[in-house]
T-cell receptor, first 114, second 113 residues
């Protein structure tokens, strides 16, 4: 099973709302990632969790709050977002700390902030 | 930090022709170079990767070459088919952090039937 599952597929939220994105994998991967992707641009790294600990935060605004409850789950909590945060949010997973670090991506959550 | 450049940004070829996409990277410590394909509305998927101890790698119609001295690597697709139409991203991984992959800006490939 090389599947990374993201929910929801689409999300529309107002600037005062609080919502969460969810990501799940059952490949035994110990590294999980959040990326933001704007149209016609590459994925832009936001956060990396390695062994359930936050190892990389690419200076992301605090209105994005990641959480890794266990080795299979990754959440991204959203609060007080801005219209420019509208994008495709991709989750990925890989083995961590080894040379076998192919990243497997989920299908993404398309977020619109009104 | 690492910076990856990619050319061309768009590429249009006739079906059956070859396509070449070139990338350069800045950090000489990078030693892992994956290529991802992203079809419209789909997730990025790894199509081939190469490590710095190898100069070339092939997988059917796809090949990647790496020149560590010049810090550039290229993707070659032969006998292109319409289903090859997609955006292709090259990437480089910093040796100090295998978990961090830096993507190039992407090449939009169109294969004309």
């Amino acid at each position: 099973d090389t599947e990374v599952t993201q929910t929801p597929k689409h999300l529309v939220m107002g600037m005062t709302n609080k919502k969460s994105l969810k990501c799940e994998q059952h490949m035994g991967h110990r590294a999980m990632y959040w990326y933001k992707q704007k149209a016609k641009k590459p994925p832009e790294l936001m956060f990396v969790y390695s062994y359930e600990k936050l190892s990389i935060n690419e200076s992301v605004p605090s209105r994005f709050s990641p959480e890794c409850p266990n080795s299979s789950l990754l959440n991204l909590h959203l609060h007080a977002l801005q219209p420019e945060d509208s994008a495709l949010y991709l989750c990925a997973s890989s083995h961590s700390g080894t040379r076998e670090h192919i990243q497997y991506f989920g299908a993404g959550t398309r977020l619109s902030v009104l | 930090g690492e910076n990856v450049e990619q050319h061309p940004s768009t590429l249009s070829v006739q079906e059956g022709d070859s396509a070449v996409i070139k990338c350069t990277y800045s950090d000489s410590a990078s030693n892992y170079f994956p290529w991802y394909k992203q079809e419209l509305g789909k997730r990025p998927q790894l199509i081939i990767d190469i490590r710095s101890n190898v100069g070339e790698k092939k997988d059917q119609r796809i090949a990647v070459t790496l020149n560590k001295t010049a810090k550039h690597f290229s993707l070659h697709i032969t006998e292109t088919q319409p289903e090859d139409s997609a955006v292709y991203f090259c990437a480089a991984s910093e040796e100090t952090s295998y978990d961090k992959v830096i993507f190039g800006p992407g090449t939009s490939l169109s294969v004309i039937p």
